[in-house]
């Protein structure tokens, strides 16, 4: 499942690298993109099916972006497929698809999700304003949203609101990108009302929704680890150096030494020799 805004000729690559028996590709293309065209992944495929999940007006660090993960999920569930792996079309595969297929037989049933270790849980508790406008605005603008969303949180501060109050688990957060198993898909999916109850004004909601409703679940016995490790989620993500960090040339032999699934991100404008040696390694393998 790929969720994608931009850089559709990135995405195009990585539909190709993608490409495999056993394995579909669901597609979320956010609605605010007006460079899409559906006529860009024609043929692309030998043994995927491509699937266009319905589109959702994706803005940051708000609900939609729980949406977004909604609707890519229902679409692909009616498959019933043994593992759900969602990753933006700005990653990579690091491995040929064989390797892949293999670690998932290998790992039967196992929940391959990251949980950040020292979240806040206090940021759950408010309405959180303005998070798209201040991420996207510069300036005066940018300024003002910004000083009015921090007056905003320390009224609530005040007046000690707890929207997550009456919530029956501890509240988890982690990276948006994660491997499940059906049952648990099922499961978020089945509990997602619940969790809109309580977390619909969360800043970054999406990052609660899969790492809080599996903890508190049979599930959370089945997650591979809980450690903050790039392996319990699969994903060669770095926070160190960026939000998050480019990969470049330099970091070729971290990255095929990996082994993690996925990694993120890519960009061509920042370095398109990494991406180049990523596809010729995977195309060797």
């Known amino acids: ?19 495999s028996e056993g394995i579909d590709i669901f597609l979320h293309i956010n609605r605010l993109s007006t460079d899409w065209d559906e006529k860009m992944i024609d043929g692309l495929t030998k043994f995927s099916d491509i699937i266009l999940a319905p589109r959702v007006k994706v803005t940051y ?8 993960i909604k609707s890519l999920l229902t679409c692909a569930m009616k498959g019933n497929y043994d593992y759900y792996h969602i990753i933006s079309g700005a990653d990579l595969p690091l491995h040929p698809m064989s390797y892949f297929k293999s670690f998932f037989e290998k790992h039967p049933g196992k929940e391959f999700v990251n949980f950040e270790p020292e979240y806040d849980i206090t940021r759950a508790y408010y309405r959180h304003f ?14 003002l949203f910004y000083h009015a969303y921090k007056y905003l949180i320390k009224i609530q501060k005040a007046l000690k609101v707890n929207l997550a109050k009456g919530y029956q688990g501890s509240i988890h957060k982690g990276a948006d990108w994660w491997s499940i198993t059906h049952r648990a898909a099922e499961y978020v999916l089945s509990q997602e009302p ?14 609660l929704l899969v790492q809080t409703t599996l ?10 680890s809980l450690k903050d ?30 082994p993690c699934m996925f990694a993120r991100k890519f960009d061509a404008k920042v370095d398109s020799e990494i991406i180049s040696k990523i596809i010729n390694h995977i195309k060797q393998k």
């Open 1 to 19: 499942m790929i969720m994608a805004h931009a850089n559709f000729d990135a995405l195009c690559r990585l539909i190709c690298l993608l490409d």
């Open 61 to 68: 660090c708000n609900y939609s972006q729980v949406d977004a």
């Open 130 to 143: 303005f998070p798209n406008t201040i991420r996207t605005s510069s300036g005066l603008k940018q300024k």
């Open 194 to 207: 619940t969790f809109k109850k309580y977390f619909r004004y969360t800043y970054c909601p999406s990052e």
């Open 215 to 224: 903890y508190n679940s049979p599930f959370r016995d089945r997650i591979y």
């Open 229 to 258: 490790e790039p392996i319990a989620a699969l994903r060669e993500i770095d926070w160190q150096r960026g939000q998050p960090y480019v990969w470049r040339t330099e970091d070729y032999e971290q990255l095929i030494a990996s």
